[in-house]
């Protein structure tokens, strides 16, 4: 079992940035590789936001390149998302993801404009 809890979510103007955090627990074999951040709009499908690919690398959303960045702390089990120059279009509830099963509460994210 892996137990995922965001934070930093909250009402931000636009143009401004906001830093999700993501702490896993539970397992004791844990690999940020397998972690990533999904989003969540109102009446929209959940989409892949960021992901470690393993070895380093990582991916994007095309509509968050430049402007998010995914980081982490292996040694805390902590996984970050920097977001900056938002846009109202970001608005969301934030997802952290652990593998193929495991999924946080999510954080909402709110950009005014």
């Known amino acids: 079992q892996v137990q995922l809890v965001e934070s930093g979510g909250g009402l931000v103007q636009a143009g401004g940035s906001l830093r999700l955090s993501c702490a896993a627990s539970?397992?004791?074999?844990?690999?940020?590789?397998?972690m990533a951040w999904y989003r969540q709009a109102p009446g929209k499908q959940r989409e892949l936001v960021a992901r470690?690919?393993?070895?380093?690398?990582?991916n994007y959303a095309d509509s968050v390149k430049g402007r998010f960045t995914i980081s982490r702390d292996n040694a805390k089990k902590m996984v970050y998302l920097q977001m900056s120059s938002l846009k109202p279009e970001d608005t969301a509830v934030y997802y952290c993801?652990?593998?193929?099963?495991?999924w946080g509460q999510g954080t909402q994210v709110t950009v005014s404009s």
């Open positions: 993801k652990y593998g193929i099963l495991y």
């Open positions: 470690f690919c393993g070895g380093g690398c990582t």
């Open positions: 539970g397992r004791s074999a844990f690999s940020t590789d397998s």
